[in-house]
C-alpha cells in the first residue's frame, strides 16, 4: 500500500457551515486520489462538526468498491461518553460510514489525562475499559486493525505499549519542527513505536500547513537545493522516508493538493545526508524567527516550573505564534499532560506561583507565565 493517506478532516464547503460539503469537488479528489494508486481514508466521530465519516461514506464508500479503499476513524475519548454509551457511539460509526467493518480502528488522542488522570489512578480509558472495548470488537470482525492516536510522552507511550500489545499502530504528529520538540517528542516517540515494533500513522505532516511557508532565508535554501520541490513537499518527504509507516496523512482541502501530495508521494526517495543537512538548516531559520528565538530558548536549559523544562514551554509557545492559525496549534496541548505528568494537577484551575530565575540571576517569571497562561488558554 502506497503511505500517503486522505485526512478527512479540511474537506472542501460551501460557504462557512463545515458540514455544507461541496461534494462535486470532494468526489474528484477522492477519485483523484484512488486514480493515484492510495487507498487509506481517515476521518474521526468529532471532524466537521460530526460530519466526517458521513461525508466519507458519500464520497468514498457508497461510490467505489468495499476492497478499493481502506478506511480509518476514531473513538472520541476526549468525550468523556459513559460506558453504557461505548458500543451506541461504535455502532453509530459503522453506520455513519455505511460498512460492516472498519479498516483501522484508533483510541482517538490518548494522552496523560485521558489515560492516567490528573491523580494518576487511571482516567477515561481505564475506568470506561476502552481497550477491552476494542479488543472485542476486533474479535467480532468488525474492526481489522487496533490503534491509538497519540499526544503525550515518550515515557508514557513506552508504558501504554507496554502494557497493552494489542495496539498494532500508533499515530502521531510529525514533522521537521515536531522531531526534536520538547513536549511534542515527535523522534522520541517515533523510536518508542519502532522499538515495540509496532506500526506509524503520521499527522500533522506539513504541521496543518504551518510547514508551507517559511521564513525567506529558509525558503531560499529549499529553493536553492530543489528548485523543483514545492516548500511543504519537503516536510512531506521527510515523514514518507520513515520506516514503519503505514501512512502520512494530508488533510487535503483543493483538487490541486490532492495532484500536489500524489505527485510528491510517488516521486520521494529516501532524503540524503544533504538534503537532511539543509531541512534542518531551514528549521533552524524557522525556530529564530520565531517571538522567542531558539538561541534565547537554549539558555534556559536545565529550568524547570511544575516539573516541566522551561526551555520546553517557551519553544511550544513561541512555536505557535508562527503558526497560520496559532490557537489551534498542536503544541497548545501538550503542556497540559506534561503537567499531569509530572504534578498530578489540571492546569486549567491555575498553578501556584513559582519563580523562574537563571544562574545568573535574570528573573524569567513573567516570560514563563505569559507561555504558559496562552497555552492554558488555547488548549482544551
Same mark, same amino acid.
Given at each position: 500500500?502506497?503511505?500517503?493517506?486522505?485526512?478527512?478532516?479540511?474537506?472542501?464547503?460551501?460557504?462557512?457551515?463545515?458540514?455544507?460539503?461541496?461534494?462535486?469537488?470532494?468526489?474528484?479528489?477522492?477519485?483523484?486520489?484512488?486514480?493515484?494508486?492510495?487507498?487509506?481514508?481517515?476521518?474521526?466521530?468529532?471532524?466537521?462538526?460530526?460530519?466526517?465519516?458521513?461525508?466519507?461514506?458519500?464520497?468514498?464508500?457508497?461510490?467505489?468498491?468495499?476492497?478499493?479503499?481502506?478506511?480509518?476513524?476514531?473513538?472520541?475519548?476526549?468525550?468523556?461518553?459513559?460506558?453504557?454509551?461505548?458500543?451506541?457511539?461504535?455502532?453509530?460509526?459503522?453506520?455513519?460510514?455505511?460498512?460492516?467493518?472498519?479498516?483501522?480502528?484508533?483510541?482517538?488522542?490518548?494522552?496523560?489525562?485521558?489515560?492516567?488522570?490528573?491523580?494518576?489512578?487511571?482516567?477515561?480509558?481505564?475506568?470506561?475499559?476502552?481497550?477491552?472495548?476494542?479488543?472485542?470488537?476486533?474479535?467480532?470482525?468488525?474492526?481489522?486493525?487496533?490503534?491509538?492516536?497519540?499526544?503525550?510522552?515518550?515515557?508514557?507511550?513506552?508504558?501504554?505499549?507496554?502494557?497493552?500489545?494489542?495496539? =498494532?499502530?500508533?499515530? +502521531?504528529?510529525?514533522?521537521? #519542527? !515536531?522531531?526534536?520538540?520538547? *513536549?511534542?517528542?515527535? %523522534?522520541?516517540?517515533?523510536?518508542?513505536?519502532?522499538?515495540?515494533?509496532?506500526?506509524?500513522?503520521?499527522?500533522?505532516?506539513?504541521?496543518g500547513g504551518g510547514l508551507a511557508k517559511l521564513p525567506d532565508a529558509a525558503?531560499?535554501?529549499?529553493?536553492?537545493?530543489?528548485?523543483?520541490?514545492?516548500?511543504?513537499?519537503?516536510?512531506?518527504?521527510?515523514?514518507?522516508?520513515?520506516?514503519?509507516?503505514?501512512?502520512?496523512?494530508?488533510?487535503?482541502?483543493?483538487?490541486?493538493?490532492?495532484?500536489?501530495?500524489?505527485?510528491?508521494?510517488?516521486?520521494?526517495?529516501?532524503?540524503?545526508?544533504?538534503?537532511?543537512?539543509?531541512?534542518?538548516?531551514?528549521?533552524?531559520?524557522?525556530? =529564530?524567527?520565531?517571538? +522567542?528565538?531558539?538561541?534565547? #530558548? !537554549?539558555?534556559?536549559?536545565? *529550568?524547570?516550573?511544575? %516539573?516541566?523544562?522551561?526551555?520546553?514551554?517557551?519553544?511550544?509557545?513561541?512555536?505557535?505564534?508562527?503558526?497560520?492559525?496559532?490557537?489551534?496549534?498542536?503544541?497548545?496541548?501538550?503542556?497540559?499532560?506534561?503537567?499531569?505528568?509530572?504534578?498530578?494537577?489540571?492546569?486549567?484551575?491555575?498553578?501556584?506561583?513559582?519563580?523562574?530565575?537563571?544562574?545568573?540571576?535574570?528573573?524569567?517569571?513573567?516570560?514563563?507565565?505569559?507561555?504558559?497562561?496562552?497555552?492554558?488558554?488555547?488548549?482544551?
Amino acid at each position: 500500500m502506497k503511505n500517503l493517506g486522505f485526512g478527512m478532516m479540511r474537506l472542501p464547503v460551501i460557504g462557512c457551515d463545515p458540514t455544507n460539503f461541496d461534494y462535486e469537488h470532494l468526489n474528484a479528489m477522492v477519485d483523484e486520489f484512488l486514480a493515484a494508486g492510495y487507498t487509506y481514508f481517515d476521518t474521526s466521530f468529532v471532524y466537521h462538526n460530526g460530519k466526517s465519516e458521513e461525508a466519507t461514506r458519500k464520497a468514498v464508500v457508497e461510490r467505489h468498491p468495499r476492497d478499493s479503499f481502506t478506511v480509518a476513524t476514531k473513538f472520541p475519548t476526549f468525550l468523556m461518553i459513559p460506558e453504557e454509551k461505548i458500543e451506541e457511539t461504535f455502532q453509530t460509526q459503522l453506520n455513519n460510514l455505511g460498512v460492516e467493518y472498519i479498516d483501522y480502528y484508533l483510541l482517538h488522542n490518548i494522552q496523560n489525562v485521558y489515560y492516567d488522570g490528573y491523580d494518576g489512578n487511571g482516567g477515561i480509558v481505564k475506568t470506561t475499559h476502552l481497550f477491552e472495548h476494542a479488543k472485542k470488537w476486533k474479535e467480532d470482525g468488525k474492526i481489522r486493525h487496533l490503534g491509538i492516536s497519540f499526544h503525550s510522552s515518550a515515557n508514557l507511550l513506552d508504558r501504554i505499549l507496554t502494557e497493552h500489545p494489542e495496539i =498494532e499502530f500508533v499515530q +502521531i504528529a510529525l514533522n521537521p #519542527i !515536531d522531531w526534536d520538540s520538547e *513536549l511534542v517528542q515527535a %523522534g522520541p516517540c517515533y523510536d518508542v513505536i519502532r522499538k515495540h515494533d509496532r506500526k506509524v500513522i503520521i499527522m500533522e505532516a506539513v504541521k496543518g500547513g504551518g510547514l508551507a511557508k517559511l521564513p525567506d532565508a529558509a525558503e531560499s535554501l529549499l529553493k536553492t537545493a530543489h528548485p523543483d520541490w514545492s516548500i511543504a513537499s519537503w516536510s512531506m518527504r521527510f515523514s514518507l522516508s520513515l520506516d514503519g509507516v503505514i501512512a502520512v496523512l494530508s488533510g487535503m482541502s483543493t483538487l490541486d493538493q490532492v495532484k500536489d501530495n500524489t505527485k510528491t508521494s510517488n516521486e520521494a526517495g529516501l532524503l540524503t545526508d544533504e538534503d537532511r543537512k539543509v531541512l534542518a538548516e531551514a528549521m533552524r531559520i524557522y525556530r =529564530e524567527s520565531s517571538p +522567542i528565538p531558539q538561541s534565547e #530558548i !537554549d539558555q534556559y536549559k536545565g *529550568l524547570m516550573y511544575h %516539573g516541566v523544562p522551561v526551555s520546553a514551554i517557551l519553544q511550544a509557545y513561541s512555536i505557535c505564534q508562527i503558526q497560520p492559525d496559532p490557537g489551534f496549534s498542536d503544541d497548545n496541548n501538550y503542556l497540559k499532560n506534561a503537567i499531569a505528568e509530572a504534578e498530578h494537577v489540571d492546569f486549567h484551575n491555575g498553578l501556584s506561583k513559582q519563580k523562574v530565575v537563571t544562574e545568573n540571576g535574570k528573573d524569567i517569571t513573567e516570560t514563563v507565565e505569559k507561555a504558559v497562561d496562552w497555552l492554558t488558554k488555547h488548549s482544551f
